[in-house]
């Protein structure tokens, strides 16, 4: 009889704990991850200091950058957190041990066991689960967050990086010319051909372009360690030629880049997700107001009882089930955890508004800068420089033929000069700002993707 009892309470009791055992899971693994466009691994970072692609540096900051490693690890804990959320408590399993044994009616009580399992209301689990969820999504869109941020940091020090070694090599070659015209002016000078005045704006020019020179030389050194911070370098290893990036024309309307963003855009998605773990934890609050309950099983080993004639069942263990419940009589904390969530949730849906709102306008600055952008473009690629080299070679055969002044021919350079700077600043500019228009509207906004407009295909 006693083998009997012990076997049936070491089966219950194993029962319970694998009961508590049995819990939901929600792996890492089974939700994917940011994907990235295929590129050098980080192992081929030797081949940056040769040359240098947008794409190649996006897939090694992808690798190699901090900020995206602690997203990605941050993202995996709170991965696990939902297992923990949605399990069971722990059993609890107490032993009692009688060095003077309590005499009972079928003999002295050796030591008794119980093991008891609370159960949440059923249902609360499973909407914790839901509210982690959400945390596990916002998680992930950090990740996505942190990743599109970088990924536009890497864009906008790029096309920077590009401008100022571009600004380098124009303003090397207009300095090789301005040597040359220097040294014209003294010769005419010495040949009562150009006057004093002439010689000397020829020299301020140079002088001019070459402190331009050493002032890019430091913004490159600048633009390049910001870069190099970015992709987790040395702040001084080698950056190759930057290829070039081509002008690509936005095929979407402003209204159509709204629409993109409330829907596709990190913060507003995390206030999204925000929003609806707050109503879940409305939810969450009325499931823990309801009572929890308890199963349990008790165990007592029972001797021999010292007496002359013991009763026919004397020396039987004792086998007792357990079944308690919680009583929730504080109403007063039960109201305001309700309470507390509706506000959450109130508090999230203006938070959303207000995302929208600073998007938009956002959006708004970010197309004026793309716009002035590429008419700037237009006016000095198309107008500007072919008017401002055709009046240079007119001043130079009017100076030759003796019609003209040196001084106009050196001012006509200049103007070259900086038109040449402006066209390269306004595709730099141009580039950086696509890249931050697209960071908002989350998608190339280049290339069509919708049906009609506010329709986005999947």
């Known amino acids: 009889m006693k083998m009997m009892k012990g076997a049936v309470f070491i089966g219950l009791m ?43 540096l996006i897939v090694y900051a992808y690798e190699q950058n901090p900020a995206i490693q602690a997203a990605r690890e941050a993202w995996r804990a709170v991965v696990e957190k939902y297992r923990m959320s949605t399990s069971l408590p722990d059993p609890q399993l107490m032993v009692t041990y009688f060095p003077d044994p309590i ?53 906008e020090s790029y096309h920077e990086l590009h401008y100022i070694r571009q600004a380098r090599s124009i303003a090397g070659k207009n300095a090789g010319l301005l040597d040359e015209l220097r040294k014209i002016s003294e010769t005419a000078y010495a040949e009562d051909q150009a006057t004093f005045l002439d010689v000397v704006k020829a020299q301020s020019q140079t002088g001019q372009l070459r402190y331009d020179m050493l002032l890019l030389e430091e913004l490159e050194d600048t633009e ?45 998605r995390t206030a999204d997700a925000q929003v609806s773990q707050a109503e879940r934890r409305i939810e969450l609050a009325r499931y823990q107001n309801l009572p929890d309950f308890s199963v349990g099983l008790f165990y007592a080993g029972i001797g021999q009882p010292d007496v002359a004639v013991p009763p026919p069942d004397s020396g039987d263990d004792a ?18 955890r309700t309470r507390q969530a509706t506000a959450d949730a109130q508090k999230a849906r203006a938070m959303k508004a207000e995302r929208i709102n600073q998007s938009r ?3 708004r600055a970010l197309y004026f800068r793309l716009r002035n952008a590429e008419r700037l473009m237009t006016l000095y690629g198309k107008e500007m ?8 070679e007119t001043a130079e055969t009017w100076f030759r033929e003796g019609q003209g002044s040196f001084s106009d021919f050196v001012e006509i350079q200049a103007t070259v000069y900086n038109f040449q700077l402006s066209l390269a600043r306004a595709r730099a500019d141009y580039g950086k700002a696509l890249a931050g228009l697209e960071r908002l509207a989350g998608l190339d906004l280049t290339r069509q993707e919708m049906e009609s407009a506010g329709e986005i295909k999947p």
């Open 14 to 56: 194993a029962g319970i704990i694998g009961l508590s055992c049995f819990t939901p899971k929600l792996m890492a693994s089974e939700v994917p991850a940011p994907s990235v466009p295929s590129g050098p691994s980080a192992g081929d970072g030797m081949r940056l200091e040769d040359q240098a692609r947008l794409p190649d």
């Open 103 to 155: 005499e009972t009616r079928l003999g002295p009580q050796d030591w008794n066991a119980s093991i008891s399992q609370r159960f949440p209301f059923p249902g609360r689990l499973s909407k914790e689960g839901e509210v982690v969820a959400q945390e596990v999504l916002m998680a992930r869109l950090d990740l996505d967050r942190t990743v599109r941020d970088v990924s536009v940091a890497i864009q």
């Open 224 to 268: 390049r360690t910001r870069l190099n911070g970015l992709l987790n370098r040395a702040p001084g290893a080698p950056i190759g030629e930057l290829a070039p990036v081509a002008v690509r024309p936005v095929v979407y309307t402003l209204d159509d880049i709204y629409a993109m963003a409330e829907s596709r855009q990190e913060e507003i």
């Open 319 to 336: 086998v007792g089930i357990q079944f308690g419940v919680s009583i929730p009589l504080w109403f007063g904390k039960n109201t305001s």
């Open 361 to 363: 306008t956002q959006i």
């Open 385 to 392: 420089i072919p008017q401002a080299l055709a009046s240079m």
